[in-house]
């Protein structure tokens, strides 16, 4: 760990520590090469932005806002596209508005998008039959088809993966702030595949008293027009801060401030696989002065919490920090208390937040990867009821989910079976819940945050 002797942070001070999960590079000046080039592109996001999420996520600290991030496990090259990008906002407004009518809250929206390209592995290497090659790291590192040309690490890709994320957050202001997301607009958000169903017919009766709520305001004599909040939204991105390199070569120096930021997000989180304190991933994090986040997984021990709020947060600035508690549907009552607990002793302020999908993946007898809806539900009650006996806010959800009509997890109202998953099943990483089940889950999320 740094000590007081050690030189101050600067972005490339990680490069002293052991870091894991980076993928190797075949040849490294031509990474050398893509690393100079990304040091002098525009930032994606500017100071300012990441300092408003950061008093966005200050009010969840306090339980007076609801945090909802979620997008794709890993986002993919080819899945490119204006529709893609329209259907996907479409789909975490929609749950929004659904979170925010049910709970009487702001809902903070941060995508799980415009750079969640890389993906850490549990295993460096695949094994097909008698083949063996690196694993598949996110399109930001390699190609997921299995031959070794596809799965040789190409730093061009990062470049490809800044430009893609560059376009896809420009569409993003375009759509949020361009009349797309006017509460007027609420019934627009329903896709077609989704109207039809129970979950797409509630959303319509809710999106309807909404126009009644927001005629009678009109006719109360309140100028809708006039009231910025109705017509637009504050929509910030995230991803895995897992590349260092790419990571230092967006931190620019805030020109106001003098602090640091890594402006390839608003926001970056380190999973459950780099969050050690003394290791390259956290001293990253620990420099820059966006809002972090660190995935807790159910081995986490409340030492180590303390550690990295020590880290991350040694001022204890509220919305600074957010654990994203992965612990699974059995193990989320049983190991949470005790995290929760201590934070709260050492009079920290941070978000808590729950992401139901990591701990509760696992593979079909067929080989399938999938998820349960009801497990991830269970985890999400188990969840409120912690956070509710430790007397700390539920701040929020970290979601995996897709705009499309998928069959990658199992159940919700729409039974998806064992033997629905090979239907269509695009997932590039880890299983997603298709728009459906996502606007199902926002409702029963809705009626969890009305009880809490
Ligand atoms: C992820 O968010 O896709 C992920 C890999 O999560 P975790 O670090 O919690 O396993
Ligand atoms: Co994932």
Redesign the pocket.
Known sequence: MRTEQQRPWEPASWQGFPAAQQPEWPDPLEMENVLTELRAVPPLVFAGEARSLQSSLAEVARGDAFLLQAGD?AEAFGDFSANAIRDKLKIILQMAVVLTYAAGLPVVKVGRIAGQFA??RTSPNERLHDVELPSFRGHAVNDAAFDAESRTADPHRLMRAYHQSAATLNLIRAFTKGGFADLNQTHMWNQEFVAGSKQGQRYEAMARQIDRALRFMAACGVDLARDPVLHEVDFYISH?ALLLGYEEALTRQDSLTDDWYDCSAHLLWV???TRQVDAAHVEFLSGIKNPVGV?V?PLASADEVIALCDRLDPTNEPGRLTFIA?MGAEQVTEVLPALVRAVSKEGRTVVWAC?PM?ANTFTTSTGVKTRRFDDILTELRGFFSVCQQEGAPPGGVHL?LTQEDVTECLGGSEEILDTHLHEKYLAL??PRLNARQSLDLAFQLGEMLQES
């Open positions: 496990c993906k850490p895995e999973g459950e696989r995935k997984g992965r992401d990591h995996e990483c880890d």
